[in-house]
Nanobody
């Protein structure tokens, strides 16, 4: 079993930046694909970004492409989401996910989920 804990959320003005972290424990981390998803009140969970176990082939939702960067440090068992040029529509609870398959845009591609961290972007 893998446990995931997100941190780094908070309140930021539009145009600002935040860096989210997801710390993993319990199982070998290096070979897990990792993803970030978000969910705003009244909306369905939305794919944000994913990265392979090797750190290659990052992939982003169109809505965040060019603004967000996903990365990982396997030595630290941590995946990051650098969020720049934040917009009010980025406001959501952001969750980290881990899966032992290929990097996926679908929630079903992941086996373990964190509890999430709140990101609020004010206009």
């Amino acid at each position: 079993q893998v446990q995931l804990v997100e941190s780094g959320g908070g309140l930021v003005q539009a145009g600002g930046s935040l860096r989210l972290s997801c710390a993993a424990s319990g199982r070998t981390f290096s070979r897990y694909a990792m993803g970030w998803f978000r969910q705003a009140p009244g909306k369905e969970r939305e794919f944000v970004a994913t990265i392979s176990w090797s750190g290659g082939s990052p992939y982003y939702a169109d809505s965040v492409k060019g603004r967000f960067t996903i990365s990982r440090d396997n030595a630290k068992n941590t995946v990051y989401l650098q969020m720049n040029s934040l917009k009010p529509e980025d406001t959501a609870v952001y969750c980290c996910a881990a899966g032992n398959g290929i990097a996926s845009m679908r929630p079903s591609g992941y086996d373990y989920w964190g509890q999430g961290t709140q990101v609020t972007v004010s206009s």
